[in-house]
């Protein structure tokens, strides 16, 4: 499972003797708004932009609140692809795909547009890409 669009981990994990399916996490949050999107994601993912190493040592919800307090708005619009656009989510999708990823999971931050936006845009669209 990866979090990143590398395709090294994928060269990795074959190095390795892995041959079974590749899995990647696509953190994403759709919403009628772009800046509306990034507030959503700020709220509920800002604790993403400190990293793994920072991650693995904190014990707790309030941790990882007080790690995260200060980080800005802008700097997880950067990370995560905010917006109602689904050709900027595809182009999301698109890099794990291109590196080498077999299975992708999307993870919405904040539900109440998601379900129809993706119905109606998302996987339409998705299948194409796919099917190419």
Partial sequence: MATEARADLIDAFRGAGGAGPRYAEVAMCCAGR????????????????????????????????????????????EKITCGPSADQQLAAIGKFVDAGFDHVILVQIGQDYFFDFFARELAPKLRRRMAA
């Fill in 34 to 77: 772009q800046k509306e999107a990034q507030q959503t994601a700020h709220r509920y993912f800002r604790w993403a932009a400190t990293g793994w190493p920072a991650q693995a040592e904190l014990p707790d919800t309030k941790a990882f609140a007080a790690a995260s307090q200060y980080i800005p708005v802008e700097v997880i619009a």
